[in-house]
């Protein structure tokens, strides 16, 4: 073999292993690309999950303050029922009825 083709055989052999360097690197580079990428997406999806967290007890509180209200409400309306002479009672629950089918829609 002459010295012209082991030259170009090595030439071409360090050409094809630089190709495959730079492929390798190049699927490393977007891998840790995509894994900060992910990280970033999980902490965001964390935050909003705390958030939804936070706004869903503020809900269920202000659910429990708006029953409590609601159970005072009803009790200060039946001592009137008692107290007062003057109202009829199926008038009452009838009111109390419209009530409930409003808050129903």
Known sequence: MSTTWIIVIVVAAAIV????AFIVL????????????AAGLR???QTRA????QAELA??????????ERAAAEEH????REVD?????DTDRDS??????????
């Open 17 to 20: 292993l630089l190709a495959i």
């Open 26 to 37: 190049g699927r490393k580079r977007r891998t840790e690309k995509r894994r900060e990428q």
């Open 43 to 45: 902490e965001e999806a």
């Open 50 to 53: 705390r958030s939804a967290k």
């Open 59 to 68: 809900a269920e509180e202000h659910t429990e303050r708006a029953k409590r």
């Open 77 to 80: 309306a039946a001592r009137a």
């Open 85 to 89: 002479p003057d109202v009829d009672d």
């Open 96 to 105: 109390g009825r419209d009530r409930e089918d409003i808050a129903a829609r």
